[in-house]
């Protein structure tokens, strides 16, 4: 394109050297000559246009091909079969889905039935070649009509709804067979988290493993999700973002570490620019962020089954950043090798999935479990590796 | 006894000399480079280890990237140590490793040289070390060299920087290097010699006193400065040396990033990071063919669609699917040289949906370029400085390499020494050239028993 910044630079080139200018002027005269020419192309093809020549052509053409398509019908002895009337929806039926998936962008999807859920019921087992514990798997309980955001580490993200996802046989939970949202070089599938009720909240956070945050307004979030990027969230090389939270600005966000420090602030307080709110020890790293909402209480889960139960009164909000956080392990506990693997929001009613390092996958209603404290692991049983909590439709929360 | 060659071992370029009936032939070892005398330092190893060296490795390098497969696969490359206040841990170390890769490019082997921490690389199943790098490149080289003299190549005179590093035992352990890969090549005997003196041979041959010289090297991919005393073999004497790592490729890169790139829709893409990203990969040669993914492919459909620059996205398209990268670097290299002749000259490209019309004057490559000016005057300044010389101490300025013939550079440098103390020598090829003169005596003192004595 021609603007007047080139021009100046010719003109510069011209007084700097003379003996440019006529290079110059033949170089632009063969340019003019060039275009003119094609001008004259596409203004015939503009006339034919206006004046149906080329409609008639592309009729022909038409015509061609139906022609051919007849004769492909007759060598293979039968009609096509093409769709004339549009096919009868099936009614669609809302049900119960649990994902599987790890940083390698394999996601199994699983169907379950609500009603004859029982306390401890295995629902599936992921098979595997490999120890489950070097793959690190997460699991997410969500809605079939959910829309589901994949969130890699470069800060790239990917929306697909999770009807469209293939089902698994709880049978036959295999990562080889899982679908995949293909990681690009470098690049590891973070989290994956349900979006479509992104417009009821007011803002998303943004967390990294380092306990970094930054508030995004949801408005934004949309344009972010359209153009598929959100951004790394994070400051230092090592570090990685792991987590997106939908919130509204009265809400309470908490960060819980794998060896038990809590940070609590309202949503309102948070960055804009991505800050460290928690200061985490150099083996320690975020394993969950959320907002408590109306639930009226917290579940910590260990990787040894312990289930332990706060109020979130019992939560103390930070004063600032940077903060090193409320211990939620005692010392002796945590030097003993206790970790925290997941933790939500729970009110009655509420169920939990665990996935335990030998693929078993099972159901426990949190309220029994806070009951009994703990769920049959230990030395005999393979630990937990992760944990998300659902609420059974129909059931007043 | 084979035949004797000097071999110019560059960082961007080589070639390869001999000497023969009181002739220099500089041998047409590429024919698929636009100078056949000249082969692109770039080797490229195949999957299945064969191995191809200058412009043969570029095409084939492209011809295998374009369009095809990947598949990324974890894989363990090692493990990092963590040490906190009172606690140590280990943790593993993965990469992703594209499975289908079919081969692996190596450029800008030279500059290992000069690393203290590069050892070597794994390159599919088998390791090379870096003197097995070079090996496998001299290799080839001497393969070709026979092909064409119809004789074996037994003996090689080698041109070397003054100095490979400031550190003595590296500038040692390099030449070892270097002479080991050569041995490793299949020549028997190997010789060194500095390659501004080679560059300078064909100038000192005409000296009747010694003189002070300033040897401007300014080939593709490093610009090096050597203020010498020359006009006695016996008696020559270095000042001072000194370079920078900026050269032709530099130069192409800035016409790219500041006229090219507006072609492919910079500056109106915006909002787009996956666009963006793929615009700005275009100045890196090496990285384009990694982009023709069928994701960059339906990321361009959509922005078309959408009506973001769709004729400009159009046409990074084609450069990217349409196997046109080579010829479109080759055009912006061919429009930098034609701007050395004359004043103004026409980037043109018109292939498949790719068709670009740039009028490029000389004042704006010059401006393009000015900050690599400015770098390039300074080193120039401190290594004058270094030599403990003045500007007017220096008796003539020996230019080689193909960017010296930049005419920028030859005012640069008569403006500081004078215009009567630059001298043109075959910019090219003065150093092979030279190289060739020094393996004929070398390989003449060999045979008769006695120093070789310059008419």
């Known amino acids: 394109m021609i603007n007047q910044n080139k021009i100046d630079e010719w003109i510069r080139e011209v007084e700097e050297r003379p003996a440019s200018a006529a290079l110059i002027i033949q170089y632009i005269a063969n340019r003019l000559s060039e275009l003119a020419s094609r001008e004259e192309e596409l203004a015939a093809q503009n006339i034919e246009l206006l004046n149906g020549r080329k409609v008639e052509e592309y009729e022909n053409r038409i015509a061609n091909l139906e022609y051919q398509l007849e004769l492909l019908k007759r060598q293979l002895g039968g009609e096509i079969i093409l769709p004339t009337e549009k096919p009868v929806l099936k009614p669609f039926v809302e049900t119960i889905n649990l994902l599987a998936y790890n940083p390698f962008g394999q996601v199994l999807r699983l169907e379950f039935n609500p009603t004859p859920l029982a306390h401890g019921m295995v629902i599936g087992r992921i098979n595997t070649n490999e120890a489950l514990v070097d793959i690190r798997p997460n699991i997410l309980v969500t809605s079939s009509n959910e829309e589901v955001l994949f969130l890699f580490d470069s800060g790239r993200t990917e929306g697909i709804p999770v009807s ?219 630990p937990i590796l992760s944990f998300a909590s659902f609420h059974l439709p129909g059931i007043k929360k | 006894m084979g035949l004797h060659v000097g071999i110019d071992f560059g960082t961007s370029n080589s070639g390869v000399g001999i000497y023969q009936n009181n002739q220099v032939h500089i041998l047409p070892l590429d024919s698929q480079n636009i100078d056949p005398e000249v082969v692109k330092t770039i080797l490229y190893i195949t999957s299945d280890d064969r191995s191809f060296i200058g412009q043969e490795a570029v095409e084939l390098y492209y011809k295998h990237n374009i369009n095809r497969q990947r598949r990324f696969v974890k894989k363990w490359s090692g493990e990092i140590d963590y040490h906190g206040a009172d606690m140590h841990y280990v943790r593993d170390i993965y990469v992703y490793v594209d499975e289908l890769q079919p081969g692996r490019l190596m450029q800008f082997i030279k500059s290992a040289l000069r690393s203290e921490k590069y050892v070597g690389t794994q390159v599919f199943d088998r390791y090379y070390g870096l003197s097995d790098i070079i090996a496998t490149y001299l290799h080839a080289l001497k393969q070709r060299a026979e092909a064409l003299l119809q004789e074996e190549v037994s003996g090689v005179t080698l041109g070397r920087p003054v100095k490979f590093s400031q550190d003595a035992e590296l500038d040692r352990k390099a030449e070892a290097t270097l002479h080991q890969a050569a041995l490793e090549a299949g020549f028997s005997q190997v010789d060194f010699e500095l390659e501004p003196v080679a560059a300078a041979l064909y100038y000192e041959f005409s000296l009747h006193k010694p003189q002070n010289v300033l040897i401007f090297d300014f080939g593709g991919g490093t610009l090096d400065l050597t203020i010498m005393r020359l006009g006695d073999a016996h008696q020559r004497m270095v000042y001072a040396s000194g370079g920078i790592g900026v050269a032709g490729s530099d130069f192409d890169r800035a016409i790219i990033q500041k006229r090219m790139l507006p072609h492919f829709g910079q500056g109106f893409v915006q909002n787009n990071p996956e666009i963006l990203n793929l615009i700005h990969t275009i100045p890196d040669w090496a990285a384009l063919p990694e982009l023709s993914t069928p994701q960059a492919r339906v990321e361009l459909e959509r922005a078309i669609q959408a009506g973001q620059a769709p004729v400009r996205l159009k046409r990074l398209e084609s450069l990217i699917f349409n196997d046109l990268a080579f010829s479109f670097y080759n055009m912006v290299e061919s429009t930098k040289i034609q701007l050395s002749g004359r004043g103004a000259v026409v980037a043109r490209m018109k292939e498949k949906n790719l068709d670009i019309w740039e009028l490029y004057t000389r004042a704006q490559f010059e401006k393009d370029i000015q900050e690599h000016r400015e770098q390039i005057q300074r080193v120039l300044m401190d290594t004058v400085s270094a030599s403990g010389l003045k500007p007017g101490q220096i008796d003539a300025v020996v230019k080689t390499g193909g960017s010296s013939n930049i005419p920028v550079f030859s005012e640069m440098l008569g403006g500081i020494f004078g215009s009567d103390k630059v001298k043109s020598s075959d910019v090219f090829n003065s150093v092979t050239a030279g190289l060739a003169i020094k393996a004929h005596q070398y390989s003449w003192t060999v045979v008769a028993g006695k120093p070789f004595a310059i008419a």
């Not at chain 1, 973002?241 to 794998?258: E, G, I």
């Open chain 1, 164 to 382: 469209s996802l293939p089902i698994s046989s709880p049978d036959n939970l295999d990562w080889q067979q899982a679908y995949v949202q293909e990681p690009r070089l470098k690049e590891e599938l973070a989290a994956i988290h349900p979006i479509a009720r992104m417009s009821l909240f007011e803002t998303c956070v943004q967390t990294s493993r380092r306990g970094f945050v930054k508030k995004i307004k949801t408005s934004f979030l949309a344009t972010h999700v359209t153009e598929k990027y959100i951004g790394s969230g994070v400051k230092m090389p090592a570090d990685r973002t792991c987590s997106l939270t939908l919130a509204n600005k009265d809400d309470l966000y908490v960060l819980v570490s794998q060896e038990g420090y809590i940070f609590s602030m309202q949503v309102d307080r948070l960055p804009v620019a991505i800050e460290e709110v928690v200061h985490l020890g150099i083996t320690d790293h975020i394993v969950a962020a959320f907002v408590t909402g109306q639930k009226s209480s917290v579940i910590f889960i260990t990787q040894n089954g312990k289930a332990v139960n706060r109020d979130t009164s019992w939560l103390v909000q930070a004063g600032s950043f940077k903060s090193k956080g409320q211990p939620l392990l005692s010392k002796e506990r945590r030097e003993a090798g206790t970790r925290i693997v997941g933790v939500a929001p729970v009110s009655d009613g509420d169920w939990g999935v665990f996935l335990q390092s030998d693929g078993t996958l099972a159901v426990y209603n949190l309220h029994e479990l806070l009951a009994t404290g703990s769920i049959p692991t230990g030395n005999q049983n393979p």
